[in-house]
């Protein structure tokens, strides 16, 4: 660029010094010279990392809603942030589209959970050629109980414990800052007050479930996604399948829930957002307890529904919990 911009300066000179006859074809190359200049820099500008919006702010893209949220609220203004996957949608086994492959071409960042949770991540960020932050770097991980295939596997649901949130914000804090250094004390701040709000939620998640007598603690779930949250306010979990795949809600997991349910005593049982509670709803059938509703993990809501952030997910999920285990009441 810089070497084509000084022959500009230098061939403008000569032009000037030549015979007027030749100055006007000089004058042709001239303004040929310059016009190179305008679109090389146009072109610099368009491969720039500016979101994708034309706003200027970097891109970054997380795969699911409730680490987008996380990332909005360190972020705020100042980076452009998307989810790949919609709300509702099942995070495991998500099949990516052509549109998310082209948006995630012109991202600055993409964000992933890890511990195993996006199985179909490696490929997808390989092709984007996009970087990659994975944002459970740093947490210790909770081992998946029983004797299925993934028993032993860490178990990925990490963000449902506020303390191992707290690391995802620090990796996306220092994510954001090496990507937008100018934005350093922006994130900064927005993170530590983003801090202070989840330990109130995590205040009120512990008064919620505190309530709960020692025989009202085991969390029957479709899906084990409740083991970081079970192991911080002392929950008993139990669930149909471990990690959703292939193979949820077969006769004998059904059979096993039913068993523990009935021998347990529980309540109400509950199935996650993202899944069909329709093995759960035969666990309650069969074992005489109540459904206790949804709960909300893999995904928010829309923005007019129940859990339109990560702060409402828990909230919502703690009152679901406490309301099922002690009314059997379904919401």
């Known amino acids: 660029m810089f070497w084509l911009m000084n022959n500009v300066s230098t061939y403008s000179k000569l032009v000037k010094r030549a015979p007027i006859g030749r100055r006007k074809a000089g004058v042709v190359v001239a303004a040929s010279l ?3 200049v305008v679109l090389a820099i146009g072109a610099l500008g368009c491969g720039s990392s500016g979101g994708g919006d034309g706003s200027g702010k970097p891109k970054v893209l997380a795969t699911f809603t409730v680490v987008a949220d996380m990332i909005e609220n360190v972020a705020g203004d100042r980076v452009e942030v998307a989810s790949i996957t919609k709300p509702g949608a ?40 996009a970087d990659r932050v994975t944002l459970s770097e740093g947490v210790e991980p909770i081992p998946i109980a029983g004797e299925s295939e993934y028993a032993g596997k860490p178990n990925p649901h990490a963000w449902m414990s506020v303390g191992a949130a707290d690391i995802y914000i620090e990796n996306i804090r220092k994510a954001l800052t090496e990507l937008d250094p100018d934005g350093a004390a922006v994130y900064r701040r927005n993170a530590e007050r983003y801090e202070k709000r989840l330990e109130k939620v995590r205040e009120f998640v512990d008064r919620e479930l505190g309530d709960l007598s020692q025989d009202q603690r085991v969390l029957v779930t479709c899906e084990g996604a ?37 021998e347990r005593k529980v309540p109400a049982v509950f199935c996650e957002s993202t899944v069909s509670d329709k093995a759960q709803k035969q666990v309650a059938s069969e074992s005489g307890a109540e ?20 702060e409402a997910l828990l909230r919502r999920d703690a009152e679901t919990i406490v309301s099922g285990l002690t009314e059997g009441g379904s919401r």
Do not use: K
């Open 34 to 36: 310059i016009g190179c």
């Open 226 to 262: 409740f083991s970081y949250m079970a192991h911080d306010f002392g929950l008993e979990e139990a669930y149909l399948w471990p990690v959703n795949a292939e193979q949820e809600g077969t006769p004998q997991q059904i059979a096993d829930v039913v068993d523990t349910v009935r």
């Open 291 to 310: 459904f206790g509703g949804v709960l909300y993990v893999d995904s928010l809501s829309d923005a007019d529904g129940p859990v339109p952030s990560y």
């Open 90 to 129: 099942e995070i495991h086994g998500y099949e990516p589209t052509p549109s998310d492959i082209a948006n995630a071409e012109s991202a600055d960042l993409i964000f992933d959970n890890g511990l195993g949770l996006e199985r179909w991540f490696d490929q997808f960020v390989e092709r984007s050629g």
